[in-house]
């Protein structure tokens, strides 16, 4: 299937550029646009309670003022505020006021409830059109507050800054577009100069980078129509990992036609002969690769994540797309293009490199395979040891931006002037439901004493708010903590049981609030772990079974990728919780290094077990064949996962936690799946298997009508391959 693939591009291969540049600009031009979401609970099901209570508070409490954004005050000097400070600032908030900022509804002055007990700090709360969330004139608003604002403030002694989630979401805007030029341009400097290095060509280390442009344009495009069409939701970090996943698989994928593209070459076919046969040799491996890595992000849309459910199908349509482009896109160039323009101006692209190192390592694999699986498995197993100190946390505001941003600034300097939970304090509810009449109010305070019991809890408002219909009050409690951290979520767990068995009989409780949002989302995620997880592998499995044609390889090789999953868990935990001082890792995290690690990772494994079951059908020896498979596809396996590693590296980059997590979880994940497992660990275990590893198909037996013989050629006997 894949010679024909190969040598039908290569015929056509101007038509199939050409397809692709009418496709990829057609995509562009009619896409819809999109917008990413910064408000967590948008991502959860209706069917959790911090949801259910929001829309019981947009139900009976339509005109309840919720800030969106924080006007925070304090002096120059760090001294308390004074009288003239204090009209300085309603100075400010009346001629904000006055100029009928779009979007913005009220200024709501500060007063003494607002102004912290040392004096040095004030809020001014501001309400914002709450159904312009999505939108840029959402940030546009707070941007106008925060430049308006500080304009008015000239000439006092007065800092004035903004927060809260309108200014969250600008930030968050301007840092997110950073952090794609940053990894967009880092990784494209690493791909352009390794490939340079490798293939010892010029215009050879831009081919990936050039290739990739028309699968990230038509992914972009087809993305957006899959996101109108479903209504998904889109995360602000899905575009930075997008661009990552198409350059560095992109890569990957380049990187395993080329080595087999230049291998044909110096067995003697002329150019169009070595595209095809090309194609025809490792086209199943990039499609088995793509397959995987496909499922297991589309598994994501069982996740009761919304965060997930846009990303999972974003991510696998890309990887489509890069895989068709691959096999297709990439070898019609490699057709037209001569192979001295390809790897100029290297001279000595036809000549085989005498003593190549993996020479040396195939030959220590294929002599020592049950000490090579030893060590190699030892060392994951370590790893995967250090990952039970591993602890989450919640708080994406601080974990998506760096320090510096002014919302940041500002909520650290609200958790020092105030308790830390007053900021955002959580709402409970208490309603009789759809035509229950109305509440006993006699029993209200009963209600909010044993609320104000609760561990945890700072205190619980004197005056609840009544609903119009008075079937609804709501209870606003300040909790100890602040709302993103792990305390103020177990304190919100416990306050979900005692507002439970508190509430009157004929009424119901519910707890809403950013910390109950985290709640869910932790509950979410203990699904996605129960559900998404097993589902995943087990499709992999069923992937490596079709393209092996065996029972037993899948199984050993997915257990070395769920090796490889818990060492990278493992060696994160150390890096960030033991050597450095956060208090956790983002909640996230572990899908991300699942789906990547183990996705992503098998790539690595298919190409490497691909090579031994071709080299077995030849009629190598387990050992031998495990020698040749280092010695021919290592180049490929160190070159794609070192270029891949390094690219989500760049994420290092960005100057925030969670992409600094991001970059050395999925780095170090695909280290441990190239350069250990797919290396080592699965060509060790494979020769000490045997024939036994193949079974019940054939692979171990020489081809029959399959192999290069049939095809009229015969693999070279190199002595290395870099």
């Keep these: 299937m894949f010679h024909r693939l190969g040598h039908f591009v290569v015929k056509r291969a101007w038509w199939v550029i050409i397809a692709w540049v009418i496709a990829s600009i057609g995509l562009a031009a009619f896409a819809p646009k999109m917008s990413a979401s910064t408000d967590e609970s948008e991502f959860l099901p209706k069917h959790y309670e911090s949801i259910r209570a929001s829309v019981l508070q947009e139900e009976k409490f339509p005109a309840e003022f919720s800030p969106a954004a924080i006007l925070l005050f304090e002096r120059t000097d760090g001294g308390a505020l004074t009288d ?37 700090y004030a809020m001014s709360m501001v309400s914002i059109d709450k159904t312009k969330m999505q939108t840029d004139e959402y940030s546009d608003a707070a941007k106008k507050l925060r430049d308006d604002g500080k304009k008015l403030a000239e000439g006092t002694a007065l800092k004035y800054q903004v927060g809260g989630q309108a200014a969250m979401a600008l930030d968050q805007k301007e840092s997110s577009s950073a952090t794609d030029a940053i990894t967009m341009v880092a990784t494209v400097v690493l791909i352009v100069v390794i490939v340079g290095v490798i293939f010892r060509g010029i215009l050879v280390g831009w081919l990936p980078v050039l290739l990739s442009l028309f699968p990230m344009i038509a992914a972009s495009g087809l993305i957006a129509f899959v996101t109108k069409l479903f209504d998904l939701k889109s995360s602000p970090i899905a ?36 595209v095809a046969n090309g194609v025809g040799r490792v086209g199943e491996a990039i499609a088995s690769a793509a397959g995987a890595v496909t499922v297991a992000f589309a598994v994501l849309l069982l996740s009761e994540l919304g965060m997930f459910t846009a990303l999972g199908p974003a ?106 939970g007053a900021a955002d304090p959580t709402h409970v509810f208490l309603t009789t439901g759809s035509g229950g009449g109305k509440l006993d109010t006699g029993a209200l305070d009963g209600f909010g004493a044993k609320l104000g019991q609760v561990p945890g809890v700072a205190g619980v408002a004197p005056e609840q708010k009544i609903s119009e219909d008075g079937s609804t009050a709501d209870f606003t409690v300040t909790l100890k903590d602040a709302a993103a951290s792990n305390a103020a979520i177990d304190a919100v767990t416990d306050l979900r049981s005692a507002a439970h068995s508190a509430a009157p009989s004929g009424t119901e409780a519910v707890v809403g609030g950013t910390s109950s949002v985290y709640k869910d989302i932790n509950l979410a995620m203990t699904h996605d772990y129960k559900l998404v997880f097993p589902v995943a592998g087990l499709l992999i499995l069923l992937i490596l079974g079709l393209q092996l044609r065996s029972v037993v390889a899948p199984w050993y090789l997915m257990a070395s990728v769920g090796l490889g999953f818990a060492a990278t868990l493992g060696a994160t935990t150390v890096a960030f919780l033991k050597i450095g001082t956060e208090p956790g890792l983002m909640f996230m995290l572990p899908i ?83 350069f250990v497992m797919a290396m080592f660990f699965t060509p060790a275990i494979t020769a000490l298997l045997g024939k036994k590893a193949w079974w019940p198909g054939h692979g171990a037996m020489p081809d029959h009508g399959h192999g290069p013989e049939a095809l009229g050629e015969r693999e070279p006997e190199p002595a290395g391959r870099f």
């Design 239 to 274: 575009s930075a990992i997008q661009i990552v996943v198409i350059l560095g698989v992109g890569t990957d994928y380049f990187l395993f036609l080329m080595f087999r593209y230049r291998e044909r070459l110096r067995a003697g076919d002329d150019r169009k002969s070595a």
């Design 315 to 420: 991510l696998a349509i890309s990887v489509i797309v890069t895989a068709l482009a691959s096999l297709t896109l990439t070898p019609a160039l490699l057709a037209v293009i001569p192979a001295k323009a390809t790897f100029w101006p290297g001279r000595k692209w036809m000549q085989e490199p005498k003593g190549a190192r993996f020479h040396k390592l195939g030959n220590t694999v294929g002599r020592r395979p049950g000490l090579i699986a030893v060590v190699s498995g030892g060392l994951l197993v370590i790893l995967s040891l250090a990952g039970l100190g591993y602890q989450g946390t919640f708080d994406m505001a601080k974990s998506m931006m760096p320090k510096d941003k002014e919302s940041m600034v500002v909520m650290d300097s609200l958790s020092k002037g105030f308790s830390a």
């Design 84 to 120: 003239t400070d204090k009209a300085d600032m309603a100075k400010v908030v009346k001629g904000l006021t006055d100029e009928h900022i779009p979007l913005v509804e009220q200024v709501i002055p500060p007063s003494p409830q607002s102004t912290s007990k040392d004096g040095h």
């Design 592 to 674: 991300f290094i699942y789906l990547f690690v183990v996705a992503i990772g098998t790539d690595y494994n298919i190409l490497i077990i691909a090579r031994l079951r071709e080299e077995a059908r030849e009629g190598r020896s387990p050992r031998e064949a495990a020698k040749e498979a280092v010695r021919h596809a290592g180049p490929t396996v160190a070159a794609a996962g070192f270029i891949l590693a390094a690219s989500f590296a760049t994420f290092m980059l960005a100057g925030n936690v969670l992409f600094a997590e991001l970059g050395f979880a999925l780095a170090i994940g695909i280290v441990l799946a190239a």
